[in-house]
């Protein structure tokens, strides 16, 4: 059995890596081909377009598709493998599907850890690397802006703009609303906010100030409105890079990094958090997911039939758009609705394993 074992380490891992370097390099040939007039006009120094660019390229989409190379990896061999008979063979030397298995998992779990380690510590700092070369001498710009943004900035605080630019630290239709007691205590609008740096304040422009006073039971209240078409300076107790801090920046922190910014920021009394919660969420389901595909891969490729190869490879790639569907719904469904992140990330894994284990059940013996 140990022959077997070393027979399918070889044929798995060899697929993979073969599998994995194909698509990547067919990836960076189209890449180049696309943006060789962006490096030619912009002067893109060739030590940079390697270095910071491609190996970084590489390294990001090499962790993002490696679970699914894995699936389709180890649909094409084990079909080569059902095809020749060889599965028939491990059969009749009275080896059972669930011992034919072991050295997929372990070869699975081969993968597994350097793609966790990469995607949770390496690929956030390579990504910063590869999103500023891309500023620089691809996209030659770095406009960034946040659109009906709203955030809670302390306990009892929330903050609202229409648009808000992060370069220029300057926004339109701002709202600051503060409670008390789960009351509605001041509010201020105003049609321009923009950061000061002198003062490290934020100074507001034709703004309106409402004072809710309540009555001794905390029903009735009034309002009392102070306006002007002057500016004055608020002190919102964060300054603007805390407080705008983007999906690209996300991604640049290490997964540590993220659960601290997190943990910060629930202290403060921000708890909309769902953009942070999902990039860290789905590191871990993405890795695992190599684990859940293999086993499914394993399961509808290891019996002959009439359809051959093909047939499997055409199912396979089926069931990757599926999963690729199902992980962007549910990050739709996070982003839009009510469902806690972490179980949504967690939704299409959830499902493709029960799929894997019934399909196991049902075809491999």
């Not at 040939?29 to 120094?45: C, G, Q, R, Y």
């Not at 600051?176 to 321009?192: F, V």
């Not at 601290?260 to 997911?289: H, M, P, W, Y």
């Not at 549910?330 to 284990?357: D, R, V």
């Amino acid at each position: 059995m140990k022959k077997i074992d070393i027979y399918i380490y070889k044929k798995f891992l060899s697929t993979y890596f073969i599998s994995i370097t194909i698509i990547l390099s067919i990836a960076v040939v189209f890449d180049l081909s696309e943006k060789i007039d962006n490096f030619i006009d912009n002067n893109a120094p060739l030590n940079l377009i390697i270095k910071d660019y491609y190996l970084n390229f590489i390294i990001h989409y090499g962790t993002v598709f490696s679970g699914l190379l894995t699936f389709i990896s180890v649909i094409f061999f084990t079909s080569r493998l059902s095809e020749n008979s060889e599965i028939i063979a491990f059969y009749n030397s009275k080896i059972s599907p669930l011992r034919l298995f072991q050295p997929y998992l372990i070869c699975s779990l081969i993968i597994f850890l350097p793609s966790i380690l990469l995607t949770n510590w390496l690929t956030p700092q390579t990504n910063e690397k590869r999103l500023i070369f891309e500023n620089n001498y691809i996209k030659k710009t770095d406009v960034r802006t946040e659109k009906n943004f709203n955030k809670s900035v302390q306990k009892n605080s929330i903050i609202y703009m229409d648009y808000y630019n992060v370069n220029e630290k300057k926004g339109i239709e701002f709202c600051w609303q503060e409670m008390k007691n789960g009351k509605l205590e001041k509010k201020i609008t105003s049609k321009i906010i923009e950061w000061d740096n002198d003062i490290s304040k934020w100074k507001i422009t034709n703004y309106q100030i409402d004072s809710f006073i309540y009555n001794k039971k905390n029903e009735n209240y009034r309002i009392i409105t102070k306006k002007s078409k002057k500016d004055i300076h608020i002190n919102l107790n964060e300054d603007p890079n805390k407080i705008f801090k983007q999906k690209r920046e996300i991604q640049s922190m290490t997964t540590r990094e993220i659960s601290q910014f997190i943990q910060e920021e629930k202290r403060s009394g921000n708890n909309d958090l769902k953009l942070e919660i999902i990039e860290k969420t789905q590191r871990n389901s993405n890795a695992f997911s190599i684990i859940i595909l293999t086993l499914l891969g394993f399961s509808i490729s290891i019996k002959k039939n009439r359809g051959g190869l093909g047939l499997k490879l055409s199912l396979g790639i089926l069931i990757c758009f599926t999963y690729i569907f199902l992980m962007k719904f549910s990050t739709t469904l996070t982003l839009n609705g009510e469902l806690h992140p972490q179980i949504a990330i967690w939704i299409p894994n959830i499902l493709f394993m029960l799929i894997s284990i019934i399909t196991f059940r049902k075809l491999a013996y």
